[in-house]
């Protein structure tokens, strides 16, 4: 956090003071100030941003409930097929065939032509 903003933010001779000031306040105990300076470097070294407390993304609860497909009723659920995968444009809208039947006739191409 704080040494990775003083670096992007600060020359190396800058940063430099910069620690050799909070060598003093964090290590109040230690003799010298050459043993406050070992102590802060050590510290310090090869450190980069941590990422204790981020927000990691969460598939518990509430979320697996409301992506589960298969829970989904009226229209929501002409929109996906039996494999949970979205029918897109197909799922979305009414596509009127143009065909001579009427809407919900389920034995077209049925009708034996030699009558």
Do not use: W
């Amino acid at each position: 956090g704080l040494v990775q903003a003083v670096v992007s933010t600060q020359s190396t001779g800058e940063f430099e003071a910069i620690l050799d000031e909070l060598c003093v306040k964090r290590f109040p105990k230690k003799e010298t100030l050459d043993d406050k300076k070992e102590a802060i470097r050590t510290l310090v070294a090869g450190k980069g941003p941590k990422t204790a407390g981020t927000t990691k993304a969460s598939r518990a609860g509430a979320t697996d409930r409301l992506t589960d497909t298969t829970k989904y009723t009226g229209s929501h659920k002409e929109r996906f097929g039996k494999d949970g995968k979205g029918k897109g444009l197909e799922g979305r809208e009414d596509v009127i065939e143009d065909d001579g039947y009427v809407v919900g006739y389920t034995n077209k191409d049925t009708y034996d032509k030699t009558h």
